[in-house]
């Protein structure tokens, strides 16, 4: 995942002018920003403001970024220094645990968060690369809460009696997705995570 040719090709092309990379770039990692946001507690309009200056500081230093597969942890990096700068700014006292707060700016907390959504993306991806109807199967299987077998019966028109092993089939094909490969091979084979 470190050597992303998605994300080096769109940092690429968005330092050559490509609004489009551009544009995906931010829907790729608008997530990740909120994700550290709400970690530090901040409001809403906080992360907007936060996800604001880390586009602009971004926007400054894209030409010069050394390594474009390095991008996710930069922005991680420089969300948590927004974030930092935000509150003193603000000079909130807000009733924060010291060993927390000490948590939330280790380069390790920074390294996992960005992972994980990395991992969230990778899902998404493999989840639009499988068939409308595994889609709405494993949509409706997954919510919270789950909807009810005589519900999907009904929607999708299939057997009750035939859910499970559709579902299965799904989640095996979701598996096989090049993007999951992909994600199975980095972790040493493994796809955890994803049930049974």
Not at 27 to 39: D, F, M, N, Q, S
Not at 118 to 138: P, Y
Not at 173 to 191: E, I, K, N, Q, V
Request: include cysteine; charge should be neutral; aromatic fraction near 4%.
């Amino acid at each position: 995942m470190r050597d992303d040719p998605v994300v080096v090709a769109l940092v690429t092309r968005a330092v050559d002018g490509d609004k489009g990379a551009w544009d995906e770039l931010v829907e790729r990692y608008a997530p990740l920003i909120w994700g550290i946001g709400r970690r530090y507690r901040l409001t809403p309009a906080d992360i907007d403001d936060v996800g604001q200056g880390v586009w602009l500081r971004l926007i400054e230093h894209l030409p010069s970024l050394r390594e474009p597969a390095a991008l996710p942890g930069w922005i991680a990096t420089t969300t948590q220094r927004e974030c930092f700068r935000l509150l003193r700014a603000s000079s909130r006292v807000d009733p924060v645990d010291p060993a927390e707060q000490r948590d939330a700016v280790e380069p390790a907390v920074a390294e996992e968060e960005v992972l994980r959504h990395e991992r969230r993306t990778i899902v998404r991806t493999a989840f639009g690369q499988l068939s409308q109807r595994c889609q709405l199967l494993l949509a409706m299987i997954t919510k919270d809460p789950p909807t009810p077998y005589d519900e999907i019966s009904r929607q999708l028109a299939m057997p009750v009696g035939s859910i499970g092993p559709n579902r299965a089939r799904c989640l095996e094909r979701l598996r096989r997705t090049p993007a999951l490969a992909g994600l199975a091979d980095d972790r040493g084979g493994s796809t955890t995570g994803m049930g049974r």
